[in-house]
């Protein structure tokens, strides 16, 4: 499949079927923002689920925060942000169409054409990607603040404020799930570039003698991770940042970059970041920063920022997840997602809408699954081939279908269902009191 028509097949897919919906689509859209659907939400927060899992819950050196999206002005000043958080920008002086000065390539040029001949650049300059807005009822400069242009600063501003009140042993970090809002110059590639997504980020703060151990540690938590959701192995690939293109206070910095439809580019960064931080906020507050460790002089802890985009993940999962294949004679097309992050886990048929007893069976297996996984559905419309393709498009590992058997018609089949796997299309008889155990386990990270 040509990569660009896998991009076309993935966004409609999304939007046929409640995944994601361009923002304020009926009035003609608000470039770089999306709404996500029913699907799209389940998706997502099982991916928030399974980070929070394996970043925060299952260990014991992780503590959450949420910190508000409107922050200090000097938050985004000491960190740099103010004056340095900048895309290169150029306008073209004929139809006064703006780019990214480093991104300007044969495709860009050819979605965004010169309505009078050919682009002809201005100089370039740098353009401040942070959304400015007014806190108050007084709109002037006093007023100022920015929407948050990631999460990581919420968790340096309260980082006196968790050891003072928790009390935690180095190393620890602090984790946080929340939007971040960049004016992108040119967002583009669905949710991959937009001007608000969201973001899950660790700050995790470490002696400074063993950053090299821990950035190692959280760089196998970050592939286990991607395991975990699904993310096709092959496709992620690990970038050593160069020296030239770090920033200057880091040692380290992996970029885990991966094969989009419509080429490789980065989907998640884990950075050494030293002191940068902590010390721009404690020059900058005036409040000490440092930490306090037995017969230690007090120091600032430096820090292993593993950074993750939501939205990116949910794209990567979803460009592994489409498959197009033959079942049956028939052209099919399904989502292949890790049950873990499938937005329905499984689907209840009866086999005939018009027979009440199959019906009431039907939704008593049904109430039974729902009770302890919330994500099952009920769905008695069109034939159960129809409901099937449906379920396949929509990525449901399961089916389970209801049929006179179950009721005793054959003896030795009562109170057994058919259970049909998503990826073969393959059909097996199993007993409702196995369903539960079987989903659960297919469902565990
Ligand atoms: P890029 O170079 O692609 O603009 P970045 O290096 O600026 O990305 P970071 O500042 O490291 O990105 O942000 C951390 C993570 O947040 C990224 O790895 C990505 O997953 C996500 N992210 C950043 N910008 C966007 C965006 N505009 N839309 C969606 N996700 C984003």
């Not at 304020?24 to 996500?36: F, N, R």
């Not at 080429?263 to 906020?281: N, P, T, V």
Request: a negative charge; aromatic letters at 10%; proline letters at 5%.
């Amino acid at each position: 499949m040509a990569e660009n028509d896998l991009m076309e097949k993935i966004v409609s897919l999304s939007k046929r079927r409640g995944f994601i919906f361009q923002g304020s689509e009926i009035y003609g859209g608000l470039a770089g923002t999306w709404d996500y659907g029913p699907l799209g939400v389940a998706l997502k927060n099982n991916i928030k689920k399974i980070w929070w899992h394996m970043f925060v819950d299952s260990r014991d050196d992780m503590y959450g925060t949420d910190a508000a999206i409107l922050m200090s002005p000097k938050v985004w000043e000491a960190s740099g942000h103010v004056s340095g958080f900048s895309d290169p920008l150029v306008e073209c002086k004929k139809c006064k169409k703006r780019f990214r000065a480093d991104h300007i390539d044969d495709i860009n040029l050819k979605e965004t054409p010169c309505t009078s001949g050919k682009h002809e650049f201005g100089p370039v300059r740098q353009f401040n990607m942070m959304f400015k807005t007014h806190v108050g009822a007084t709109e002037d400069e006093t007023s100022i603040s920015y929407l948050r242009p990631e999460t990581a600063g919420g968790m340096f501003v309260n980082f006196k404020n968790v050891v003072d009140s928790i009390h935690p042993k180095l190393p620890f970090g602090l984790a946080q799930i929340g939007k971040a809002f960049r004016n992108e110059i040119a967002p583009r590639d669905f949710v991959f570039r937009s001007r608000e997504f969201e973001q899950m980020e660790v700050e995790y703060f470490v002696r400074p003698s063993e950053w090299e151990q821990k950035f190692e540690e959280w760089r196998n938590v970050m592939i286990s991770f991607i395991a975990a959701v699904g993310i096709r192995k092959d496709g992620v690939h690990e970038l050593e940042v160069g020296e030239a293109d770090r920033a200057h206070y880091s040692k380290r910095t992996i970029d885990f970059e991966f094969d989009f439809p419509f080429g490789k580019k980065e989907l998640y960064g884990l950075a050494y970041r030293g002191d940068f931080d902590l010390s721009a906020h404690q020059d900058a507050s005036g409040q000490n920063l440092k930490y306090v460790e037995e017969g230690q002089e007090p120091f600032l802890p430096h820090v292993i920022e593993p950074s993750l985009g939501v939205d990116r993940t949910v794209l990567a999962v979803l460009a592994s997840a489409y498959t197009e294949d033959e079942l049956g004679g028939e052209t099919r097309v399904y989502l292949k997602f890790a049950p873990a992050v499938a937005p329905i886990k499984a689907a209840v048929f009866p086999l005939l809408k018009n027979k009440p007893e199959l019906v009431a069976k039907a939704r008593e297996v049904y109430a039974l699954l729902k009770k302890e996984i919330p994500q099952v559905m009920f769905d008695d419309n069109g034939n159960v081939g129809k409901r099937y393709r449906r379920q396949d498009e929509i990525g449901t590992p399961w089916t389970i279908t209801i049929d006179f058997d179950t009721l005793g018609e054959n003896p030795d089949l009562l109170n057994t269902v058919t259970l049909r796997d998503r990826d073969t299309g393959e059909q097996k008889r199993v007993a409702i009191s196995e369903l539960l155990p079987l989903l659960m386990a297919s469902i565990r990270v």
